[in-house]
């Protein structure tokens, strides 16, 4: 009865996730549209005063609902981080007779929510590699690209959700490591591991000096 309340509120938190990651997909693309403010651009013009090539009250609307949707983005990312590791828990435990029901029926569950996470799991991957799969949540959500930016020409598209970035995955301090790991591979392929659509996408992005700012030309902001 446990998993399958389990079960039942873990599929339920995935599909309010991907719903919040549509509508911030959404505000973000209205946002930064050419001519757009963009997420946090100034409001005001060279001289002090308000822009009249933009509606301030929309833009400040928009942009107060997207941190509205960034806090129950993390909020149920959290929450789901917690199922997920009682599932795994349950999977990896030894099994006994007495409990060979309660084991499987959680199995099923950890297997139904791979199966949600991820295009690429297949129903004859191991265990571990399901497990595998679902502890990897995105940790940064792709908000800006720069035209002709070398991110953009490798195949980085705005709204993607970055699960892993070379040696980067979810932790703390994880601006400054996104900052190191592409200058210490600056002229190399790195690796990157996204979300597009609620389906995995595999990368591989080069940094590299280009006419603009940085290695990448694109904006990462922390889920």
């Known amino acids: 009865m446990v998993g399958t309340n389990l079960k039942a509120e873990t599929m339920g938190l995935m599909e309010k996730r991907s719903a919040l990651e549509a509508e911030m997909n959404a505000v973000i693309e209205r ?15 060279s001289e002090g005063f308000p822009r009249h090539d933009i509606d301030i009250p929309t833009v400040r609307a ?10 129950d983005h993390k909020e ?15 999977r990896l435990a030894p099994k006994s007779s007495s409990l060979k029901d309660s084991d499987d029926q959680s199995a099923s569950v950890v297997d139904v929510v791979a199966s949600a996470s991820s295009t690429n799991v ?10 595998d799969m679902i502890v990897r949540v995105p940790f940064a959500l792709v908000d800006e ?5 070398p991110a953009g020409e490798d195949g980085l598209q705005l709204g993607d959700q970055i699960v892993k970035f070379g040696n980067v995955e979810i932790g703390d301090n994880l601006l400054q490591r996104l900052a190191s790991e592409a200058q210490t591979n600056q ?28 290695l990448l030309g694109c904006h990462f902001r922390i889920l």
Do not use: C, F, Y
């Open 31 to 45: 946002l930064t549209q050419p001519g757009g403010p963009g997420i946090s651009g100034n409001l005001l013009d």
């Open 62 to 71: 928009e942009r107060r609902r997207l941190a509205e949707l960034r806090n």
């Open 76 to 90: 149920i990312t959290e929450k789901l981080n917690e199922n997920i590791q009682v599932l795994h828990s349950a």
């Open 122 to 131: 297949h129903s004859d991957s191991t265990n571990a590699m399901d497990v």
């Open 145 to 149: 690209i720069a035209d002709a930016s």
């Open 187 to 214: 002229g190399h392929g790195i690796p990157v591991i996204l979300v597009r659509q609620g389906a995995q996408v595999n990368l591989t992005m080069t940094p590299r000096t280009w006419q603009g700012r940085g």
